[in-house]
């Protein structure tokens, strides 16, 4: 091989390292991401360790804590109340809305309007419902890996007692 053809050789050998290294990277899988827990409960359990962290790195008092406790309380109510307050307002403004479509349709429109608005209703209903279901799968999953984990812990502690 000559020179000559060494050096017309190189940027071919470039291309193919770089596609060949694209590619690598399309295959790779993506990192994995934190998952949100699934349950209110595991919610409430990080709430109060950052709840405790507060109070330890503000050093605050018996009743300073009580009233922390109290603020947030009311937070999560009032919350709450916000939400199904905005829920029901929602549900106003759709039916507003079908009220409107149906004002500008006739008779038959309106019939097949009806029919497939409650085919997509249904379809809701079941993915929501799917949903669900794999959300408690995910939580009975859960409390089986803490289960398992805390029988773990205990029989550790029986192994190293004896």
């Known amino acids: 091989m000559t020179i000559k053809s060494l050096i017309k050789s190189i940027p071919t050998a470039v291309l193919a390292f ?16 934190k998952a949100k827990p699934a349950t209110s409960e595991s919610a409430k359990t990080r709430q109060g360790a950052s709840d405790d962290d ?3 790195e503000l050093n605050l008092t018996k009743e300073q804590k009580e009233a922390f406790k109290k603020a947030d309380n009311d937070f999560r109510n009032k919350s709450k109340a916000l939400k199904k307050e905005q829920k029901a307002e929602m549900e106003k403004l759709r039916e507003e809305r079908k009220r409107a479509h149906k004002a500008n349709l006739n008779a038959e429109q309106a019939k097949k309007y009806d029919e497939v608005m409650a085919r997509r209703d249904a379809k809701h209903q079941e993915k929501h419902a799917r949903k669900a279901e794999k959300k408690e799968v995910k939580s009975a999953k859960k409390v089986e890996k803490r289960e398992r984990k805390s029988e773990n812990k205990a029989i550790k502690e029986e192994l190293k007692k004896q």
């Open 18 to 33: 770089f596609v060949a290294f694209n590619l690598n990277a399309q295959t790779q899988p993506a990192p994995a991401t």
């Open 54 to 56: 507060l109070a330890k």
